[in-house]
DNA sequence: CTGTTAGCGCATTCAG
DNA sequence: CTGAATGCGCTAACAG
């Protein structure tokens, strides 16, 4: 019982199967196929169903490479973070998959390792792929990139930090506004001697923007750091538990350490449960992020808590929204709130 | 003094330059700016170095969208991978962008939220793209997804997990291994009432085979786990800290109790810090992976470590140093070894 | 509703 | 060493 049509083989591994195979099989031009695959209506259902059952029965895959081309139009956005270890970033990439997700676009990633110069290869690397739009982080970009950036005509998002004048749309936190409220709120419950543990600003500029933003509170009410210990290199649970070791030998008088974040104010808390001190009373530990783990430690750490998702979310939203660069620039603030928590 | 030789006026923000443009100012055709912005030798010095000012001058940027159509050659690698809060993907991602990083290669990333649905548009998504290779996240695709990937002909890499074919090659450690390694050490070292602490299995099938191996160890001792606490949903500190709290209370009689990864061992250790048990007289502790975290806790967390972010580069190496996908499937084991911690 | 005709911007033969 | 021609695979007007 050996069917007499005319038999279909499966295409051969890696034969390029392309709308014209499809075409050729379903008995059309190939301006339907590229109709159909793209769901276009005015398409007679008969048609497509025949042009469908070809393209599935030879795997054909539309090439985008050639569709972009012949469209101009953009399937990709850009991504440039400096990092993936800092936890934040990877949270603010969940917020652009999300954000993605209802649409065609897709995310090429690039890291830099918070070098300015690696930035710019890779903004030069992905601008060649004419995507929708891209997204950094921070302000500070080489003169050629700011070049590049501003000639693509692109829209360009820069994230997490909302402190400075955007080339096009800002979304994130204000860092300095961070660093007041959290002064200000340790100085309401009371605190006067503060300590300050911190790591490289070097690379993270936004840290020494919330640094600067709490001296800014203790100079309000006349008051000012009695002690520092700042680390070199990225921010860590185990630099966080080393400095404040330090930082207790050093300044024993220290009320309240701020620090740089969670993970170094995580290592704080850790050092006090080592070292068996009571939070808050002989220590108090605040930190910046809120970080899940934070709020599961046997006391809850005390912090200002951002919205990280939200940033690569709303990120995403914006150039979804409105695809051409608007006139002057704008900018999103996600926000920040006080977690109280139980170690200040 | 004004210049009398032709203004060289910037471009306009978005017009279009390409080779054309460039070609027309640096007096050449546009085979010879082709042959010089892809470094071909065989160019004039004085030749390149014109049509090098003329490109830097307008600002060119080359278009991949184009170059890939001409060439056929790839530019990028898919990575797909189930989610971003989970660390240890972060983590492979940081890999893969190091191994990258002496290519000129990009990444496109997509996550699926352990839908292999999703999975499937993803990979439909990235190979329209036509990469060189694509990274997926363990064995299980839907037949659609093994379908595209076996006709696409390009490299697959399978990450993670060991304790399968592959399509291609994988990269990663065998978890069936880790479980049982896990298992023999703890009988080795004394204990013998076992306790397990995990989460959802449907989403992490890595997990499961952690648990098996930890059953088939005690087994081979004669031994079976006294007790369990499965969450539902993904792995988490403070699913950790709940479920150590159910179990202590269900099965006070348990000495050890290992855990379906460090997070969730690390919420163990919080309700241990939190309810003054010593550890590991009162009660042992177990995690797997290998966090910082963990070992920067008051007493370092006993694990199992494993090395996410090899993974991801060796997932790279591999793909860069045979680009065409070999006749037999390989295997790559990135190991793990235990860190004995103080937990357990 | 469907087919035909032109490119998209570049890389790659080939000639010179 | 350089230029002219051809096409990558697809989409976008146009006709019909």
């Known amino acids: 019982m050996k069917p007499t049509g005319p038999k279909q083989r499966l295409p051969d591994r890696k034969s390029k199967v392309t709308v014209r195979e ?67 970033f990877p949270e603010v990439l969940q917020g652009i998959q999300a954000g993605l997700a209802r649409s065609d676009l897709q995310a090429v990633i690039s890291t830099t390792d918070y070098d300015m110069a690696r930035e710019e290869a890779a903004v030069r690397g992905i601008l060649a792929w004419k995507p929708a739009a891209i997204l950094l982080a921070g302000f500070d970009h080489t003169v050629a990139t700011r070049r590049m950036l501003d000639q693509s005509g692109i829209r360009v998002v820069e994230m997490m930090d909302i402190d400075s004048s955007p080339i096009d749309v800002a979304v994130g936190t204000s860092h300095r506004g961070a660093g007041l409220m959290t002064g200000r709120h340790l100085i309401a419950k ?19 923007l919330r640094y600067d933003g709490l001296c800014a509170a203790l100079a309000e009410a006349g008051l000012s750091l009695c002690a520092h ?44 449960l080592a070292q068996g001190l009571r939070l808050p009373e002989d220590f108090a530990i605040f930190g910046f992020n809120g970080l899940d783990i934070g709020r599961e430690l046997p ?10 998702f939200l940033i690569g979310q709303r990120a995403i939203e914006a150039i979804l929204d409105q695809p051409e660069r608007p006139a002057t620039p704008a900018v999103i603030d996600t926000g920040f709130e006080i977690f109280p928590g139980a170690t200040a």
Chains 1, 2 share one sequence.
């Open 299 to 308: 006391q809850p750490l005390s912090t200002l808590r951002t919205n990280r």
């Open 22 to 88: 499809v075409a050729l099989v379903a008995q059309v031009s190939e301006s339907t196929v590229s109709r159909i695959m793209r769901n276009s209506s005015l398409v007679a259902d008969e048609t497509r169903d025949r042009v469908m059952e070809a393209a599935r029965a030879l795997g054909y895959v539309p090439n985008r490479i050639a569709g972009s081309l012949a469209s101009l139009d953009p399937f990709l956005v850009g991504v440039v973070i400096p990092s993936l270890s800092n936890i934040v």
């Open 229 to 272: 210990a700042i680390c070199e290199g990225a921010s860590s649970v185990g630099a966080g538990r080393a400095l404040t070791a330090q930082i207790r030998t050093e300044a024993p008088q220290v009320e309240v350490a701020v620090y740089s974040n969670d993970d170094m104010a995580v290592g704080g808390v850790f050092h006090a």
């Open 190 to 208: 009371g605190y006067r001697r503060f300590g300050y543990v911190g790591h490289d600003w070097a690379a993270d500029r936004r840290a020494r």
